[in-house]
């Protein structure tokens, strides 16, 4: 069974479409995260959410929306797309304080290509 | 704001060796989580070996062992008996506890490994 299971994996789409990744996380967690790893593969949080709060909001455009309906789902929708966002966008989940020593586990990533 | 660094963009070792990846960061917190993760060609980002800043000891997981200098502030990571699978992009990251609101992974810009048969 994946922990962390994100869709679509691959996605190739133009400038100015809007489009959405999945992510559910199957391990109990009480908060997710998206993270972005641009071309450089350098890693940085997006967002946060706990038991379907939003905590963390770094700085992102605003055509980047998340919405989590229950604390084991969060996605990502991405209005208006430029070149700019064309990355691999990884979901994570965790449990504060927990057995798992605070481990924060990933999704497979899913690769947005714009073009 | 809490950073971390990883100064060596690529290292290569040869299989059956041993290598020693570095890492420093920058914190005021007494109390948070260091981490590796290694990222292959898939992209997936898998755990390598997790440390809590409040042990001494220094975390292994089978050939995967770190040198946790607290003072320092530096993380180290060796790979023993290094094998072809060990190739990938290391990451080193930093998770603070405080609150909520600093809940998350601040990362390095990766180590490259190379491993020569």
């Known amino acids: 069974d994946t922990a962390v299971s994100q869709t679509p994996k691959y996605l190739v789409t133009q400038m100015g479409n809007d489009k959405s990744i999945k992510c559910e996380q199957n391990?109990?967690?009480?908060?997710m995260y998206w993270y972005k790893q641009d071309s450089k593969k350098f890693l940085k949080i997006m967002f946060s959410?706990?038991?379907?709060?939003?905590?963390i909001n770094e700085t992102v455009p605003n055509r980047f929306s998340p919405k989590s309906p229950d604390k084991a789902h969060l996605n990502l929708h991405i209005n208006s797309l430029e070149l700019g966002d064309s990355a691999v966008y990884f979901c994570?989940?965790?449990?504060?304080?927990?057995?798992?020593?605070?481990?924060?586990?990933f999704g497979e990533g899913s690769w947005l290509t714009v073009v | 704001a809490q950073t971390v660094t990883q100064s060596q963009p690529e290292m290569s070792v040869q299989e059956a060796e041993t290598v020693t990846l570095s890492c420093t960061y920058d914190?005021?917190?007494?109390?948070?989580?260091l981490f590796w993760y290694k990222q292959p060609p898939s992209r997936q980002m898998i755990l390598v070996i997790r440390?809590?800043?409040?042990?001494?000891q220094n975390a292994t997981e089978n050939r995967f062992s770190v040198n946790f200098q607290k003072a320092a502030k530096s993380f180290s990571l060796k790979i023993s008996d290094s094998q072809l699978g060990d190739a990938a992009m290391y990451f080193c990251?930093?998770?603070?506890?405080?609150?909520?609101?600093?809940?998350?992974?601040?990362f390095g810009t990766g180590t490259r490994l190379q491993v020569f048969p």
């Open positions: 391990l109990g967690h009480d908060t």
């Open positions: 440390q809590e800043a409040y042990k001494q």
């Open positions: 914190t005021s917190e007494s109390d948070y989580y």
């Open positions: 994570a989940s965790s449990q504060r304080y927990s057995l798992s020593g605070n481990t924060i586990y």
């Open positions: 959410y706990n038991n379907k709060e939003l905590i």
């Open positions: 990251a930093y998770r603070s506890l405080r609150s909520y609101n600093t809940d998350k992974l601040i």
